[in-house]
């Protein structure tokens, strides 16, 4: 075999570190601009695709914050000494007429302070008697209580959400109170899935001796579908050349993004790699990292490509790392960066020559949140997975031992 040409035998070639990687394939991905106009009640997880500008200030008028009564700040002497007469009742929705001098209006939350009016006294420090109200001598209320003043909350002209938010319950409910009932959002994201491996059998199905089951497809099914993608599944490519390259071919007709699984490693059954450079190209390959060292970047015709690792918990951790951002910044979502908080670690680990990503689980305890590692940490322990709740970085050549302060990446962020 002649090894002289491919990059994993050069020494030369230095792996790329995350951010690096990251970085890089950030710079070469735009938003795939595709947008429609969506009712309200269906913009839930959505992308926004364009700025909200408040039309109206909300509340639009100044309004009571509790039952009781309005009155002008200059009757409260009065209005304890021996009260003031009960002039109007204004509920919510009911405009009221301008207070007449000397009195007060019973007000109920949420209705229109009436002109005039620039103090509410809450009922629970009063008494109505004979249509008059009369103030507890002992209540400390100050002039201009209990008022939501007009565009407390929102200002006509505000920008009330940028373009690249995801839409969660209360933005929608924010858009609903100033008024507005559709808006422009992000088409959905078409991701072509498959993964290669000869040894592959499907869930359901009877294993020959030396076959596994597939279990990368429905990893990456759910974690596409999480994402707000529409997956086109094309199931498992046999580890040959002419078929991971019709597989990409196919792919890159319908997708915006391709992403595989296996065979982008430096073995003579692992197609991917040549596949691409046949057909697109592949603009980096390989990180510094554990697990998932194989991982190739590029694009065929119009259609970005990500070539995942083989191993179950490397796709799983290098989707979250590399994949996501791509995904966020395809969608035109602009929360790419994921966020990590410090914790103490409860194991050791020496991450040798490559950072590592350890699978931990974090627990309060009284020093503050302590993370926990799966006792196998190998890339082929997807129970590792399944067992954790985050990640926790170990930086290249560190090492770590109970106690120490490390960080931590919950998968929680990465869930929605
Ligand atoms: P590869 O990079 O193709 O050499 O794959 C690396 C390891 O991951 C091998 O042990 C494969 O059997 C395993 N693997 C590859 N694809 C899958 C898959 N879809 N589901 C489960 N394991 C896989
Ligand atoms: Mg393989």
Redesign the pocket.
Same mark, same amino acid.
């Given at each position: 075999m002649n090894t002289s040409a491919d990059p994993c035998f050069a020494p030369a070639v230095p792996l790329l570190g995350v951010e690096e990687a990251i970085e890089r394939m950030l710079a070469q991905t735009g938003t795939v601009v595709r947008t429609r106009k969506a009712m309200l009640a269906d913009a839930g997880g959505r992308i926004l695709a364009e700025a909200l500008t408040a039309p109206l200030d909300v509340p639009g008028f100044d309004n009571s914050a509790m039952d009781g009564y309005a009155l002008n700040s200059a009757d409260l002497a009065t209005a304890r000494a021996g009260g003031l007469p009960v002039s109007q009742r204004i509920t919510a929705g009911m405009p009221g007429v301008p207070l007449i001098a000397g009195t007060c209006a019973r007000i109920f939350t949420g209705a229109p302070v009436p002109a005039g009016a620039d103090t509410v006294v809450m009922q629970e420090v009063c008494r109505e008697q004979d249509a008059r109200m009369v103030l507890d001598a002992d209540a400390a209320v100050s002039a201009g209580a209990n008022i939501r003043p007009r565009g407390n909350d929102i200002a006509t002209g505000d920008t009330l959400l940028e373009p690249g938010c995801v839409l969660r319950a209360a933005h929608i409910g924010l858009v609903a109170a100033v008024g507005v009932d559709r808006l422009r959002i992000y088409r959905k994201l078409r991701v072509a899935v498959f993964?290669? &491996?000869d040894?592959?059998v499907e869930p359901g199905h009877k294993l020959a001796p030396g076959r596994?089951?597939?279990?990368?497809?429905y990893?990456l099914h759910e974690l596409l579908i999480t994402q707000g993608c529409k997956v086109i599944d094309l199931g498992?490519v046999p580890?040959a050349p002419a078929a991971t390259r019709t597989a990409l071919t196919r792919a890159a007709a319908r997708a915006d993004l391709i992403i595989s699984?296996?065979? =982008?490693?430096v &073995?003579e059954?692992?197609h =991917?790699k040549a596949a691409l450079q046949a057909l697109g190209e592949m603009t980096l390959w390989r990180i510094r990292m554990k697990p998932g060292k194989?991982l190739a970047f590029g694009r065929v015709h119009k259609s970005a490509f990500i070539g995942l690792?083989?191993?179950?918990v @490397? =796709?799983f951790v290098t989707f979250l790392l590399f994949a996501l951002p791509v995904i966020r910044r395809l969608q035109g979502r602009s929360d790419t960066v994921p966020v990590s908080y410090p914790v103490r670690a409860d194991f050791s680990c020496r991450a040798k020559g490559r950072r590592e990503y350890v699978r931990v689980q974090v627990r309060a305890s009284a020093e503050g949140p302590v993370a926990q590692a799966y006792p196998r940490q190998g @890339?082929?322990v997807?129970s590792s997975v399944a067992w954790a709740d985050g990640l926790v970085e170990i930086a290249e050549n560190a090492t770590v031992q109970p106690g120490d302060s490390v960080r931590y990446l919950p998968f929680a962020q990465w869930q929605q």
């Open positions: 993964s290669t &491996g040894e592959l596994i089951y597939n279990s990368n497809r990893l498992t580890d699984s296996g065979g =982008v490693s &073995g059954e692992d =991917v194989p690792p083989g191993n179950p @490397s =796709v @890339s082929d997807l």
